[in-house]
């Protein structure tokens, strides 16, 4: 039978290839590829992602 894994037993530390700079005119969170440069997502609520690197700007 199938059983859970530890409680808490998530990621460790930061994801891979990914950081996030604040935008400065909107406010918002953008996540960015650190292979491609591309950006991929906007965080709406104002809050940074979980888990992803900040850049410093």
């Known amino acids: 039978m199938a059983r859970n894994?530890?409680?808490g037993g998530g990621r460790i530390g930061?994801?891979?290839?990914?950081s996030q700079v604040k935008n400065p005119v909107t406010g918002n969170w953008t996540k960015r590829n650190s292979d491609?440069?591309?950006f991929m997502d906007v965080k709406q609520?104002?809050?940074p992602f979980?888990?992803?690197t900040?850049?410093?700007s």
């Open 5 to 7: 894994g530890p409680k």
């Open 14 to 18: 930061a994801v891979r290839d990914r």
């Open 36 to 38: 491609t440069g591309r």
């Open 45 to 47: 609520d104002g809050t």
């Open 50 to 52: 979980k888990g992803v």
């Open 54 to 56: 900040k850049e410093k």
